[in-house]
């Protein structure tokens, strides 16, 4: 964030955070700023934001992975995925109700979750090392959503929002990697009992375990390595799609089964 002065990046992430405190989503943090291309300077906003939850008494659970889909990327002008915190407050299990108000402006998409089981702190990760790492997989729901009124967003504005997270739902039925092969993995999801998106594990990236060497490989460089236990939201494989008051959305994951949420009017 070469030129970008502390200041800044306080300020765009008092904004953000005054938005999910009051349920008001604000005004884009790329005004504040002045930059709607430093992904440097909104990985600080976030990380700065992400340290007041940590003082407050969050714990961190995981870490999402973002603009997995080439359609996403081009929509955005860029050319590579990005990445958020997870947090213990955050996670739900298959089947639970989302309280009222939780949400500002909630998006739903379905996507594989890998919940590892040891370290991924090497220089440089290849498929086998997360493969190694991978405890299980779980079929899972990101609810996705923006501090930023209207999703008007760039690629700064995401990333300093924590990546638009939301929350996250995950399936109860381990599944083993050696069960399934996930590039193949065909996904289905209702909204309210009507086909809303549909989608195959190679959407993301060509198959989640590729996102997760991306993830494994930033966060290394970045000097907070993914730690073992934590859920890796790998991305989405099928379209985002808007949920409104008593939406009832399940996704259909085929050999990983299926998991589901129903928001609150």
């Known amino acids: 964030m070469e030129g970008m002065s502390l200041e800044l990046v306080e300020a765009a992430a008092d904004q953000l955070r005054t938005a999910a405190e009051t349920g008001v989503p604000c005004d884009p943090v790329r005004e504040v700023l002045g930059t709607s291309t430093d992904v440097d300077a909104a990985y600080a906003v976030q990380q700065h934001n992400v340290e007041l939850d940590v003082a407050a008494g969050r714990r961190v659970s995981g870490h999402k992975i973002g603009l997995t889909a080439k359609v996403v990327q081009e929509q955005l002008g860029v050319d590579q995925p990005d990445y958020g915190v997870l947090f213990a407050d955050m996670c739900l299990a298959d089947g639970a109700d989302i309280e009222a108000g939780r949400l500002l402006q909630p998006r739903v998409e379905a996507e594989v979750a890998l919940v590892i089981d040891r370290d991924l702190d090497k ?143």
């Not at 198959?207 to 907070?224: H, I, K, Q, S, Y």
Request: hydrophobic share 45%; proline share 6%.
């Open 123 to 265: 220089d440089g990760h290849c498929v086998v090392d997360v493969i190694d790492a991978t405890a299980y997989v779980l079929p899972a729901l990101e609810i996705v959503d923006s501090r930023i009124s209207g999703w008007d967003i760039t690629i700064v504005d995401t990333v300093a929002d924590n990546a638009s997270c939301g929350l996250y739902v995950v399936g109860t039925r381990p599944v083993s990697l050696e069960a399934v092969d996930l590039r193949d993995i065909e996904m289905s999801m209702t909204i309210n009992g009507e086909l809303a998106a549909t989608g195959t594990g190679a959407a993301c990236l060509g198959n989640p375990l590729n996102a997760a060497v991306w993830l494994a490989d930033v966060m290394c460089e970045r000097g907070t390595p993914l730690r073992a236990g934590e859920c890796l939201m790998t991305g989405s494989l099928g379209p985002m799609r808007p949920v409104g008051p008593g939406a009832e959305v399940s996704a259909d994951l085929g050999p990983l089964g299926r998991v589901s949420t129903r928001l609150a009017r």
